[in-house]
């Protein structure tokens, strides 16, 4: 759970500083990243549940968190580019898509290996480790910035989401929703 969305969790830590370095207005923030935003993740989390009932949880983890993935090299194109306005819109919508839908992945996992008898209390806990990476990843992402800029600490962001790519293999194997459907 710590490892699923640490790249993510990374990626996301800095995004105004990061606009503002680029050079966009803190109006130009509050507009675009802030309505790309909120939309793109409610229609990655409705549609998130709908394609899970298709997928089953463990392979909507696999390919909701590759989209999550995926997105994390959005802000290394935004930050090789500079402040295209149309680019930030897109790069923050796409984010939050992949956010939402792996938000849902994840939060029907939580729900899925709860326990039935204890189930408020063990949900409030897997999702209290899952906040985990945030604190400890947003102490040390100004510093590995200042060291590395922007592009490499995005690309570094989307190495560091594998090893929670990798733990899906014994957590959420994809073959385990087949067999559970049989």
């Not at 994390?72 to 194109?77: C, E, K, R, S, Y």
């Not at 480790?129 to 040390?140: E, F, Q, Y």
Request: some cysteine; charged content about 10%.
């Amino acid at each position: 759970m710590v490892a699923y969305k640490l790249g993510d969790n990374m990626a996301t830590a800095l995004a105004t500083p990061f606009y503002l370095d680029l050079g966009f207005s803190m109006t130009e923030i509050g507009l675009v990243a802030k309505h790309a935003a909120l939309w793109p993740a409610i229609a990655g989390g409705l549609l998130g549940g709908v394609f899970m009932l298709r997928l089953g949880i463990n392979r909507a983890l696999w390919v909701f968190g590759l989209v999550q993935m995926i997105s994390i090299l959005g802000f290394a194109w935004l930050a090789s580019v500079g402040p295209a306005l149309w680019l930030l819109a897109v790069v923050i919508a796409f984010e939050y898509l992949g956010v939402g839908l792996g938000t849902a992945a994840f939060t029907a996992f939580i729900a899925r290996e709860s326990s039935k008898a204890f189930a408020a209390t063990q949900f409030a806990l897997f999702t209290a480790l899952a906040a985990l990476p945030r604190s400890l990843a947003n102490a040390v992402t100004g510093f590995i910035v200042e060291e590395t800029g922007w592009v490499i600490f995005f690309c570094l962001c989307t190495l560091l989401a594998i090893p929670g790519m990798v733990t899906l293999l014994w957590v959420a194997p994809w073959q385990a929703d087949r067999e559970q459907a049989t």
